[in-house]
């Protein structure tokens, strides 16, 4: 019988561990669906998936219906070769004919119009000055069809102002978020994450975020400042017996003061 490989520093790959830990793209691709068909009483048939990296979501989409098309736009070269290999080796032929993965700038690049943006993992938040961020999401409006959405996500709470580290662990390693900065005066924040393995070793800083902790209110504003005609929350569900999250969204106006919260917030080019 052969011997499992252990899995250490020297031979993990990031970006799987990254789609391990982090991401979720089959809930991603069901949350998109629920949403625009509640907004539009449509199906969502194309997305964009802007600061795409790995581009999870977009191989998602195209392989849960046959009528689905995406469109993935990052800058990263290296990481967009990846996700190419990716494509190659998950896709099939016909699917493959379905998704274009673009090297752009999300924050300018034009695509064929679409039913969705999506812009999540909190990727926008590289763009610091309100200018830029309106930049992106007046882009983000160009790229959308009449009924079109796009959806991004956020987070905080009073923790998000603390400089901590959480861990989760995995079978082969563990999953490091380290909050390592931040700047009250310019909610400035820099993020880690890091991953440690069973044999001692580590991948420190296998990601780096340099990003500004952008309010709610802020982003709704700059939204409609874009040109959306309609901005909505949803949060995350909480479940009181398990204390813990949920994979539940809910609209909301008002919540608690959580140390820490999870939203997506979601806009529209039609009220």
């Keep these: 019988m052969k011997k499992k490989k252990i899995l250490t520093a020297k031979n993990a790959n990031p970006f799987e561990l990254y789609e391990k830990s982090v991401q979720n793209v089959d809930f991603e691709v069901e949350f998109i669906d629920k949403i625009y068909k509640k907004y539009t009483k449509k199906k969502c048939l194309t997305i964009r998936e802007d600061f795409c990296a790995s581009a999870k979501i977009s191989q998602a989409w195209v392989k849960s219906h046959s009528g689905k098309k995406a469109i993935a736009v990052d800058l990263d070269n290296t990481i967009l070769n990846y996700a190419r290999s990716e494509c190659k080796n998950s896709l099939s032929d016909d699917e493959m004919t379905r998704i274009k993965i673009l090297k752009g700038n999300s924050q300018s690049k034009i695509t064929p119009k679409v039913d969705c943006v999506s812009a999540f993992n909190f990727s926008y938040w590289v763009f610091k000055k309100r200018v830029d961020l309106i930049k992106y999401f007046k882009n983000a409006y160009k790229n959308l069809k009449p009924n079109g959405l796009i959806m991004l996500d956020a987070f905080g709470g009073y923790d998000a102002h603390q400089e901590l580290e959480e861990r989760t662990n995995y079978r082969d390693f563990t999953y490091c978020w380290d909050q390592h900065s931040f700047n009250p005066i310019t909610n400035d924040i820099i993020c880690y994450i890091h991953f440690e393995f069973k044999d001692g070793s580590s991948l420190k800083k296998a990601f780096e975020y340099n990003w500004r902790l ?7 504003e700059c939204l409609f400042e874009a040109g959306f005609k309609r901005v909505d929350y949803y949060m995350q569900g909480w479940d009181e017996k398990k204390d813990e999250e949920t994979e539940e969204f809910y609209k909301m106006t008002k919540c ?16």
């Design 214 to 220: 952008w309010s709610l209110p802020e982003i709704r």
């Design 256 to 271: 608690d003061a959580d140390p820490g919260w999870l939203a997506y917030i979601i806009a529209s080019k039609f009220k």
